[in-house]
């Protein structure tokens, strides 16, 4: 990840930012897991420490939609335009970016332990 987009992670922690590259939005971090459980996206592992998902532009009507029936804050960041936020969702203290994390953080431990069992019981 690069610096940018950690420093806004660090002031929007409890926030889904959705990075515009191109034709893709894509999540850094926790915010990767968050997308990953709600929508089955799958997760990259970028370098030792680092997770992203991303999902075409086509997409966003619907992402932004359970996004708001989740009551989970976010902000759509377009990286060309200087990191200027395109549209914003703040759901105050009904923000329910936490909760849901602790659930992402569960499911995609558990599909990556699955994932591995898989991949060791195909290679026998």
Do not use: W
Not at 3 to 23: P, Q, R, S, T, Y
Not at 25 to 47: C, E, N, P, T, W
Request: aromatic share 14%; hydrophobic share 30%; glycine share 6%.
């Amino acid at each position: 990840m690069n610096k940018m987009i950690n420093e806004i992670k660090e002031i929007h922690v409890e926030d889904i930012c959705l990075f515009k590259v191109g034709n893709f939005y894509h999540a850094y971090g926790r915010d990767a897991y968050v997308m990953s459980y709600l929508f089955g996206y799958k997760i990259k592992q970028i370098g030792d420490n680092h997770r992203e998902c991303g999902f075409p532009i086509g997409a966003m009507s619907k992402v932004t939609a359970k996004l708001q029936n989740s009551s989970i804050n976010y902000l759509l960041i377009d990286r060309r335009n200087n990191y200027d936020v395109d549209e914003k969702e703040d759901y105050k203290e009904n923000n329910k970016y936490g909760r849901f994390y602790e659930k992402a953080h569960k499911y995609v431990s558990c599909k990556n332990r699955l994932d591995n069992i898989n991949k060791y019981v195909e290679d026998i």
